[in-house]
């Protein structure tokens, strides 16, 4: 969850996910505080998914502030419908 918008005259900030592409570019979620982004690290068959490959952008210029988020990881047990694809 992002709970601060990066502020300066280059902001920045964002999550960008490498194997992700829309018109040919890697997806990048801006960070928007109260959002919260939530994605699947593994498939149907339980296996790795590389399309949640991930990272952190840089916050941009001289002016940048600070990037505040929270992180939550968990691990399943016995699924019972996860509400993904």
């Known amino acids: 969850m992002y709970l601060a918008t990066p502020q300066g005259d280059g902001a920045g900030g964002g ?11 890697p997806v990048v979620v801006a960070p928007v505080p109260g959002n919260a982004l939530v994605w699947p690290n593994f498939g149907q068959r339980g296996s790795w998914s590389g399309d949640s490959l991930h990272r952190a952008l840089p916050l941009k210029g001289k002016e940048a502030s600070r990037k505040l988020v929270v992180n939550l990881w968990w691990e399943g047990g016995t699924r019972v419908g996860t509400g993904f694809g």
């Open 15 to 25: 999550t960008e996910f490498t194997r992700l592409t829309r018109d040919g570019r």
